[in-house]
């Protein structure tokens, strides 16, 4: 259970609640302290959640959000905005908005809150002494790293590292990870090419003027329909929309089937099978045609679920037989763990569901890990410094609450929780299924990472507008996909709404 002294800032957040919305506001909470009881198999309590959505506004964003967008747009393009948070208000699953109303939040800041919004924990890490020289001093941590570091570590990261993963690089976000991570993958295939040599003068002169040959043509082969980053390494393995690449120069590398099945799977295991094969193949002829034009292939990177380009799942066979791909054709694989990672399918990492002989060489992360980086085998260490550098190299600060996110999980076996509340998610969108098999397909989904496919994008959109309307914030995933992103503490109760709200809405449209 949750302790006392947590108790009281937690009830405080609550307390800045009230001020959204007067006295609806102040009987919400008043009913969430009553329904602050332990889940049926841990001991997460969402002190002072409330039992229900609470929409107060006839359209979503409401006219405080409206005005916001507008004023922001006089300063930056504001257009993606979709409304105005009052986080201090927002508790556990539930965000409040500028506007007074409560959503349950199913979409986590695009799978980024570990806990929920103002988690105790969180709260105590920030309040806590032994923390105030990490938030107010930030290091340049590949200089000059606080003596406090290696502890850090140590209590964070390393302590859930990928088994087999005992080295780490800190980054401060998913796209620098990922740049850093194939830089990594260069500086060792060419070290490897080198095979004890010196660097000329010439690799030396030659890569800063971006030519051969100490720019040399190597590449990193991606997925169709993946998304690694906005950056311009990491975009040129970015193949999920148009607007993400639209007019940017991009580097001329391989892109590689990624297999889409056919649901349910149980029904679908030969056809599904010979995908698999069918996209292994193509990937065996990619790297060797491009090794053959001198174009090498010094690293794949793969997510273990397109997060972005439609909730794409790959089976352990494909990801086994990728993995011995790589390794033949002296490939690093890169796992892409920036929205999977930290427990969402209901393993701390999903590339633990492939049951591999041996862990991916790199494994990146960030998002709900709260800072950016990467774990990754000891050859893949730079030989010289500053070569994997920028000024931040992270924060310390979210390495401590880092620290105390993963307490949480451990002592409140979070993971457990997830598994067993994605279980009863996914058994809910198939009901959808069965009852409006006009509308939606494709019910996937590991732990509460889950998604299910609409007839049309226009149908889907639809949803999401409705679905704001009753109080779930929710997002989309590639073409036609809604998309499941919750915190590691949603849990049945918080589920049961969810699904009974989705079936309304389907209905409604069904009806209509």
Request: charged content about 25%.
């Amino acid at each position: 259970m949750v302790r006392s002294s947590n108790l009281n800032v937690f009830a405080a957040a609550a307390k800045r609640a009230t001020n959204c919305d007067g006295n609806l506001f102040v009987n919400l909470f008043r009913r969430g302290k009553h329904t602050a009881t332990a889940t049926a198999r841990n001991d997460v309590d969402i002190v002072n959640e409330p039992k229900e959505p609470l929409i107060r506004t006839t359209t979503v964003p409401g006219p405080k959000s409206i005005e916001l967008i507008k004023e922001l747009n006089t300063i930056q393009l504001a257009s993606p905005i979709q409304l105005f948070v009052d986080y201090e208000s927002s508790i556990g699953n539930y965000l409040c908005d500028a506007d007074g109303n409560l959503f349950l939040d199913i979409y986590s800041q695009i799978s980024s809150i570990p806990l929920g919004y103002n988690h105790p924990a969180l709260i105590e890490a920030l309040r806590d002494p032994a923390n105030t020289s990490a938030f107010i001093n930030r290091p340049a941590l590949g200089i000059l790293p606080p003596k406090d570091l290696v502890d850090r570590l140590r209590a964070s990261l390393l302590s859930v590292a990928p088994p087999g993963l005992n080295e780490v690089q800190t980054m401060a976000c998913g796209s620098c990870s990922v740049e850093n991570a194939m830089k990594a993958a260069f500086f060792w295939y060419q070290t490897r090419i080198r095979d004890g040599r010196e660097v000329t003068r010439e690799e030396m002169d030659s890569c800063l003027a971006n030519q051969y040959p100490g720019s040399p043509y190597l590449t990193i082969l991606s997925f169709k329909h993946g998304f690694h980053g906005r950056t311009f390494g990491a975009l040129s393995c970015t193949h999920s929309k148009y607007i993400h690449k639209l007019d940017v120069p991009s580097f001329d590398w391989p892109i590689a089937p990624f297999p889409i099945y056919r649901y349910p799977l149980e029904d679908n295991e030969r056809e599904n099978k010979a995908t698999d094969d069918q996209c292994l193949e193509e990937i065996q002829d990619l790297i060797e045609r491009f090794n053959r034009k001198g174009r090498p292939v010094a690293g794949l990177i793969v997510e273990p679920i397109q997060g972005e380009g439609g909730d794409n799942h790959g089976s352990k066979y494909f990801f086994n037989q990728l993995q011995k791909i790589a390794k033949s054709q002296q490939v690093v694989f890169i796992c892409d763990e920036v929205q999977t990672g930290c427990g969402p399918t209901g393993k701390f990492w999903a590339h633990e569901h492939w049951e591999l002989d041996n862990p991916p060489d790199i494994v990146t992360f960030s998002k709900k890990m709260l800072t950016g980086g990467y774990f990754y085998k000891a050859h893949l260490r730079p030989d010289q410094g500053f070569r994997i550098f920028n000024t931040w190299l992270g924060d310390p600060s979210k390495l401590a609450l880092l620290e105390r996110v993963i307490k949480v999980i451990k002592r409140d076996n979070l993971l457990e929780s997830v598994k067993e509340t994605g279980k009863e998610m996914l058994k809910g969108l198939k009901e959808a299924e069965t009852r409006f098999p006009g509308l939606v397909s494709r019910s996937r989904g590991v732990g509460t990472f889950c998604a299910i496919d609409f007839v049309t994008p226009e149908l889907r959109n639809e949803v999401i507008k409705r679905l704001h309307l009753k109080g779930i914030h929710c997002g989309g995933s590639g073409a036609a996909a809604l998309r499941v992103r919750t915190t590691l503490t949603f849990n049945k109760n918080h589920n049961d709404i969810f699904i009974d709200r989705l079936h309304n809405v389907l209905a409604e449209l069904n009806n209509s």
